[in-house]
């Protein structure tokens, strides 16, 4: 199935030179079985696995119902994290001839700003949950024409405390809203907590698999020598751009300083830093100027950074998923991906537990095997 059978001829051929589509040659296999029932405004539950192309699967269809003579939002987009919803806004705007058609609405960032840019009348809005709602108890938001409701990375935010926020955002649009959920990983209580705002619904799951070209790797050593092999991994490997994961936020700006000791350039993504400190410890990373970031899970969901080769944890993770939205940073858009965990004997055992449970083969990184 191509483009042009899923949208048509004439349409397809007004968005294929955008830029976020140049290079794009044939969807990928969520796009093909998301678009169709979204375009037929079905209630969807889109589960695919990091990197496999969900963002443009819910984008395209919402660009091509645009109603152009409408001037008000009629899709808005609700992410977790700043990050994701700037990088939403940053592909959504590249379809669309006017920038000003996609507005993004963060908490921490200037409010007056943000009313600007509403008053330019978009056609979407991107943002995170709580300003979003912000703006539309203010009156300075309207829903009155909001035909869809995407939210994206959705586990993260259909949980209970966001609940009543969820639930006077969809009160507040068309009662025919469409509602789109998308992620990496569907759990139950996330399904428990949106059916009930859903209509009829589609369900899209294509599993949790961590991509193929993703190759997966562990080294086994003393708790005191992780920060060693970790500077000698990144040295011998010559590595320019990749994510370093600890569990606890402390050991964030310990490693950093490791790391910029030995001369490679590091920055911390701490969840706590303001909303311009993490955006510039991304573009310097996406820019070259550092050749890592050092993060708790924190930073493996929502990121895409081009070009970002290797996922090394220096502590593995609690828990299966979130091994798999770490993955998922590497290896996007098909290209090749390695992923290091420096583990302890005993962290050995438990990783590989998770990796069968996973269904993917961990190879000692030493052995070669």
């Given amino acids: 199935m191509t483009f042009d059978n899923i949208f048509g001829n004439a349409i397809w051929q007004q968005m294929a030179d955008k830029k976020p589509l140049q290079g794009i040659t044939m969807p990928t296999e969520i796009q093909q079985q998301a678009i169709p029932p979204i375009l037929s405004r079905q209630d969807i539950l889109m589960q695919s696995p990091t990197g496999s192309g969900k963002t443009l699967a819910y ?7 645009i109603k152009h003579d409408v001037k008000s939002a009629q899709a808005v ?5 700043y990050e994701l919803a700037s990088q939403i806004t940053i592909i959504a705007r590249g379809l669309f001839e006017r920038s000003e058609d996609v ?14 840019a509403l008053k330019a009348k978009p056609r979407i809005v991107v943002g995170t949950l709580g300003r979003v709602a912000e703006f539309v108890a203010d009156k300075k938001l309207s829903m009155h024409y909001v035909r869809t409701l995407i939210f994206d990375e959705a586990d993260r935010i259909f949980v209970p405390e966001n609940m009543p926020l969820v639930e006077g955002l ?30 009829e619904i589609a369900e899209i799951k ?56 030995h ?23 996406r820019d070259g100027k550092a050749r890592t970031l050092v993060s708790t899970d924190a930073g493996s969901r929502g990121l895409d950074i081009s070009d970002l080769s290797h996922v090394i944890n220096l502590d593995i993770p609690a828990r299966e998923k979130d091994y798999l939205h770490r993955a998922g940073r590497c ?37 070669g095997e």
């Fill in 59 to 65: 984008l395209l269809p919402i660009v091509a119902s």
């Fill in 77 to 81: 987009i609700i992410a977790p994290t």
């Fill in 103 to 116: 507005a993004l609405l963060i908490g921490g960032a200037d409010k007056k700003r943000q009313q600007a």
């Fill in 170 to 199: 969809v009160k507040s649009t068309l009662k025919d809203r469409q509602i789109v959920l998308a992620s990496a990983t569907m759990p139950q209580k996330t399904v428990e907590l949106a059916r009930p705002l859903m209509k």
């Fill in 206 to 261: 294509l599993g949790s698999k961590i991509p193929k070209n993703i190759q997966h790797y562990f080294i086994i050593t003393d708790v005191r020598k992780k920060n060693e092999r970790l500077r000698s991994i990144i040295h011998s490997q010559n590595i320019q751009k990749s994510l370093v994961f600890v569990n606890m936020p402390y050991a964030i700006d310990k490693t950093t300083q490791t790391l910029n000791h």
């Fill in 263 to 285: 001369n490679i350039p590091a920055k911390s993504l701490q969840a706590t830093h303001d909303k311009l400190a993490r955006k510039q410890a991304i573009t310097a990373l």
């Fill in 331 to 367: 290896g996007r858009a098909g290209k090749d991906g390695v992923v290091i965990s420096i583990v302890t004997a005993g962290e050995a055992a438990t990783l590989k537990k998770m990796a069968k449970k996973l269904g993917i083969f961990i190879h000692n990184y030493e052995r």
